[in-house]
């Protein structure tokens, strides 16, 4: 058999090179070259080598937004997941209100992150938000511009209501694919609710669910705008994650060396974090 | 075990039923007897799914009554009528071992661990289940998954029926007639009332003693299977089960005989008709109709059309007058290439009013 050579082929290949250049390879290479340099002014560059991430590495500024990070990170796992999970359970499978919970629930997802942010803060603010007039009505000190806690109740509260809709949406698809069988098949077995959530449910949703926690994981770990918006990082740094921290360094004090070598160090955590969930989670399942 | 009897069962998915075509059941009463096995048989849509969901409790049927032994259950759900069911596709739970999988129905019964390993065992050695019962159900191949389904309905002891949904859809040919079989021994063994929905005829013409053939929601027929296939009561089942179905012509009756085209035919039952109108049709399987001999001029001229060669036999589709008469020819029988005359078998010819077997006096037996 002859096969024809047609070198012409590669041109099929060239848009996705040039997109591919363009939004991933050439911004990641500037910052690794600017994360090996220090540079001064305009155009004068000195190689540094592996000073920025050793300064990087040992600074306990970064330790901190990273322990912050987690614990946030953490925090909205622990409480998204499970309640995101019980909503699916509770919402109709059929008749007309599948339609006006479906709806409802991809509300917050439509909304701009910024504007989430905006919405929170004067929701939360001291003097005529209603959250801070429902908390103070209810005895709470609260004033999350000047207490870390309160701040940190009003993040996380705002994450809740913006992302659980996203697990209720992925969880609510995965329990409609569960054929009726399985439940009559229960029902036959004798399984009470808590044997047909736990052996039937649960086990079809565990890909669902991988991939909920995944999303969640990645997002919640690169958050951002909303809590720039809301708290700008305060009081203090107690809110300041991983990307405020950087946008500080980078922007705020035009450390262009420590900020490219601080963006790759994140990059690693979360594609190392992603990978270690992915595989354990797998592991798991086909055991 | 138990005696099954269904009450002018109907059920309808509508509403408001009002029109015929809005049941799924139209007034079935049927009585099973404890210890049969029993076929439901009928084309998709016909009902026997529905039917099975309300024997089995998943369903709560619009009118009528289902009684177990004599008892009352229309009302009681799947679990207290204690059951068992096999769906169409293995349900099986994926997390847990072939052993908690039969363990299952017996452990949320709370039945004590000593009993419920005695019986697990009891029931893996009958399905050959034994050497996996350490493996996860997830992993077995669709007839070991099925032979679990089975498994947790044979591990009750005391389930009253155990009812299949079409169960060997998935399964590969070759193993459909290895786990049809199985089935029919465990039947002989355990001797539980089983009750078999399928639309494949074979399946259920060799699981069951008696076969309920179903159509639109009605039961046109219960027999066994010989008397399904020699005494059709209904040219559904004749045409039904069968292969090739049997023919239907269209004929009229005078002074109790037959006629075909204007050629008298003998059939068994013709003179049982009252004379009251209705489409009358004459019903001969393939299997009863042949070749009169070269130069006998009795019977229905006919032109050859066509022969296939079926295995042992061959199927020749000749015709009269536009009407189509499929025959079964034994190989090694010679065949007429172009006209010849065809004969059909006295008694097994019947006729059919509306589609249903004319019966009353008068007939030949």
Excluded at chain 2, 116 to 123: K, L
Aim: hydrophobic share 50%.
């Amino acid at each position: 058999m002859n096969k024809t050579v047609n070198q012409r082929a590669w041109w099929f290949v060239l848009p996705v090179v040039l997109l591919v250049a363009f939004n991933a390879v050439i911004p990641l290479m500037t910052v690794v070259n600017y994360s090996v340099q220090e540079s001064f002014g305009s155009n004068m560059f000195f190689w540094s080598g592996v000073r920025w991430f050793e300064e990087v590495l040992r600074s306990e500024r970064f330790h901190a937004s990273l322990l912050r990070q987690l614990a946030f990170t953490a925090a909205i796992l622990a409480i998204e997941v499970p309640l995101g999970l019980a909503i699916a359970l509770a919402m109709p499978r059929r008749g007309p209100w599948v339609s006006v919970c479906l709806v409802l629930m991809a509300l917050p997802l439509l909304i701009p992150w910024n504007v989430v942010g905006a919405m929170w803060n004067i929701m939360a603010l001291p003097t005529i938000g209603l959250l801070s007039e429902v908390l103070h009505g209810l005895g709470f000190d609260y004033n999350y511009t000047r207490e870390p806690a309160a701040a940190w109740f009003t993040v996380i509260l705002m994450d809740v209501w913006h992302w659980t809709s996203l697990v209720v949406l992925l969880c609510y698809a995965g329990l409609v694919s569960i054929p009726d069988a399985y439940y009559q098949a229960a029902k036959i077995d004798g399984a009470r609710a808590w044997a047909v959530f736990r052996y039937i449910q649960l086990p079809k949703l565990r890909y669902v669910l991988t991939i909920a926690i995944l999303l969640r994981f990645m997002d919640s770990f690169m958050i951002y705008t909303e809590v720039v918006v809301l708290t700008g990082g305060g009081p203090g740094t107690a809110t300041t994650f991983l990307s405020i921290d950087l946008v500080k360094t980078a922007l705020g004090q035009f450390d262009l060396g420590p900020a490219a070598a601080m963006s790759l160090v994140y990059f690693l955590i979360i594609l190392l974090m992603s990978w270690l969930f992915y595989t354990l989670m797998m592991r798991n399942q086909s055991r | 075990m138990a005696q099954i009897q269904l009450r002018e069962l109907r059920h309808s998915y509508v509403d408001q039923p009002a029109a015929d075509s809005d049941w799924a059941l139209k007034r079935l009463t049927i009585d099973w007897a404890d210890g049969g096995a029993y076929a439901l048989l009928g084309p998709s849509g016909c009902g026997k799914t529905t039917l099975l969901n309300v024997i089995s409790g998943l369903l709560r049927p619009t009118g009528g009554q289902i009684l177990f032994d004599g008892r009352d259950v229309t009302d009681a759900s799947p679990e207290q009528r204690n059951i068992a069911q096999v769906f169409q596709f293995p349900v099986i739970y994926d997390t847990m071992t072939v052993y908690d999988n039969l363990a299952f129905p017996l452990r949320n019964r709370g039945v004590d661990a000593r009993e419920v390993d005695r019986r697990v065992r009891e029931v893996a050695e009958m399905l050959e289940l034994d050497d996996m019962l350490r493996h996860r159900a997830a992993g077995l191949t669709a007839d070991g998954k099925q032979k679990i389904s089975l498994g947790r309905g044979l591990a009750r002891s005391d389930v009253n029926v155990i009812m299949f949904d079409e169960p060997l859809t998935v399964i590969d040919p070759h193993l459909k007639w290895v786990l049809r079989s199985k089935l029919k021994e465990l039947h002989q063994r355990i001797r539980v009332t089983m009750i078999y929905v399928t639309h494949d005829q074979t399946e259920a013409l060799t699981f069951a003693d008696q076969v309920v053939v179903m159509n639109d929601g009605e039961i046109v027929q219960t027999g066994t299977p010989v008397e399904l296939f020699e005494r059709p009561n209904h040219t559904f089942v004749g045409h039904f089960i069968g292969s090739p179905g049997m023919n239907v012509l269209p004929c009229e009756i005078a002074d109790g005989r037959a006629a075909f085209g204007g050629l008298s035919v003998e059939s068994v039952n013709a003179g049982a008709w009252r004379g009251d109108g209705g489409r009358l049709e004459l019903g001969v399987r393939p299997e009863f109709v042949s070749f009169a001999p070269a130069g006998a001029d009795d019977g229905i001229p006919v032109r050859v059309v066509k022969a296939l060669d079926a295995g042992r036999h061959r199927i020749v589709e000749t015709e009269h007058a536009g009407h189509k008469i499929k025959m079964l020819v034994p190989e090694g029988e010679a065949i007429p290439s172009d006209t010849a005359h065809v004969r059909f078998a006295p008694e097994r010819t019947w006729v059919y009013r509306d589609g249903w077997l004319v019966t009353g006096e008068g007939a030949a037996r």
